[in-house]
């Protein structure tokens, strides 16, 4: 052999040992990153044959199962598969088993399985198969996803909670607006209809009752007439006091927003007809209407308010403040509208604080 082929030869050998060496390196750390994950109690590995038997079994099958190594390998895999799910197991299967080449299913599975002694619990599933001497075996990566679903629980139940507060303070529309957009639109609404009522000597009354039985009271009533335009799709706008304020055809249309506003105003009127009858504290209100234009908006950074701004929500006010006690107030442009279904007593021109004199009507009997 000449020196050339000599040194060639030397070399070969030389390439062979460093690429043994690098294969040798390769596999045992594969093989320490497969002992790690196989003595985690983190995660279940499973491995079964064609006829669902148990061949392997981890530390962390052990951890979440309850089943040694012993007590679980040669078992059936029905012994962690809850009665109801086997169908859906053998489905799964015969899915895995098209095709010759290694399968992994695509997601992560959310299923229930069995401990030792017959308790359910929720799990994580990932699924494959692969062949070996024309057989077939199956692996599953298996997490107990019990915490987690707790958590999560946890996390609705407050989502539910914070929503219901939302609503309480704002329409639904626009609760929903500030959710997803992070900010309500302000917009113009032409055909609304605006509520105010009051109650005579409130002031006197405050100063002879005391403040919690003040607070007591107005509470229940309040409580009794959001019941009431919540029934007549009124959207409960805030109370100042105790006046209480409300409006119709607003953030949601309606058609028949005047309507509605008179006759929530007669349901109030009767529920406190019925109340005083049965209560030491007489409570004697007004209630003032008027129909036009509004602008809408959440205003605040901190506490949220959605409020209406506008001549129309000041002429609704003055309505209520020019009222007298157990009639319903309303303006000419309310009149106009119901004035083929309802009666109403002309009061004539009124003086109204900053308004000058407006035309103001009674509603008495519905035709």
Known sequence: MSKNNSEESGNFKEIDCTIKDGIESLVKEQNKRFH???????????TSDESNRILF???GAEFIFGYSSEEAVGQHLTLIIPKELHHRHNTGLERLNQGEKPRVVGKVLELKAIKKGGKEFPIELTLGSWCND???YYSGIIRDITEKKKAEK???TEKKKSDKLLLNILPKRVANELKNKGKAITEKYD???ILFTDFKDFTSMSTSISPIKLVEELNEIFGHFDDIVRYFKIEKIKTIGDAYFAACGVPEENKNHAFQCV???KEMFGYLEERNKNNEIQWQMRAGIHSGSVVAGVVGKKKYAFDLFGDTVNTASRMEANGEVGKINISETTYEIIKEKYNCFHRGQISAKGKGYLNMYFVEEQM
């Open 191 to 193: 055909n609304v209809t």
């Open 36 to 46: 790690v994950i196989c003595s985690s109690k983190n995660d279940a590995i499973i």
């Open 57 to 59: 079994w981890n530390k």
């Open 134 to 136: 024309g057989k077939k």
């Open 263 to 265: 006759r929530a105003a």
């Open 154 to 156: 946890t996390i609705l």
